[in-house]
């Protein structure tokens, strides 16, 4: 039997020693705040440190995230684990709100006759509310999704305040991403094949965390 030796951790400061230690691997790299804040906190959430190298920040988005966030955007997203994963009550505390449509009956309705995903259609949804407020779109599952996103810009249709862009998989993830960080919109985005709903959130989060 192997004696290990645990750490000793009151359950309050387990956060900040994972960020203590998570901060002494990155071996003195650092960001500017809120970059550092995020990559830090995606690393938390995955135990991933690729994410340290392949979270991409147009420029100045960090900032213009934390800023949109205190100016009341909503948050659309296109997976209810996301949406979940977001703190509604502090953002509701900056005027925000998140919406997920992925269930509604009106989008599997019309993504059927359609032939498009549903993603497809909850960026149709949220690009509705971009026209009446700042909206940050959290992708965190669906390509289609950002390819969308990609051809209403184009259309002159939507603005977004900031796109987080981090579907994960094998189809069209890659470009998908690629489409995005073409576009002359501020952009969060883990290039390659990472990212998920739960690194959609933590942005988010450390976003609205953010106290600097």
Same mark, same amino acid.
Request: glycine share 8%; proline share 4%.
């Given at each position: ?7 000793? +951790? ?45 979270? #991409? ?19 659309? #997203? ?42 497809? +259609? ?71 094949? $990472? ?6 959130? #933590? ?7 953010? $106290?600097?």
């Amino acid at each position: 039997m192997i004696d290990l030796a645990l750490e000793f +951790v009151k359950p309050e400061d387990i956060e900040k020693r994972s960020m203590q230690i998570i901060t002494s691997e990155l071996n003195g790299r650092t960001w500017p705040e809120p970059q550092f804040s995020i990559v830090k906190r995606c690393i938390h959430t995955s135990a991933d440190f690729d994410y340290a190298d392949n979270l #991409t920040f147009s420029e100045d988005a960090a900032n213009i995230g934390v800023q949109a966030i205190r100016d009341g955007a909503d948050i659309v #997203t296109d997976t209810k684990m996301a949406a979940a994963g977001i703190n509604k009550k502090k953002l509701a505390a900056y005027g925000g709100k998140v919406h997920c449509f992925i269930s509604d009956d009106d989008v599997v309705a019309e993504a059927k006759e359609r032939g498009c995903t549903r993603a497809t +259609v909850c960026m149709e949804r949220g690009a509705e509310i971009a026209r009446e407020k700042p909206v940050i779109f959290a992708i965190g599952n669906a390509p289609t999704a950002l390819v969308r996103l990609a051809e209403l810009i184009d259309a002159g249709e939507v603005k977004p305040a900031l796109i987080i862009g981090a579907p994960v998989g094998f189809v069209n993830v890659v470009e998908s991403k690629e489409m995005i960080m073409e576009r002359d919109i501020p952009f969060i985005v883990p290039k390659g094949r $990472k990212g998920g709903s739960n690194i959609a959130a #933590t942005i988010c989060n450390s976003m609205i965390y953010y $106290k600097g």
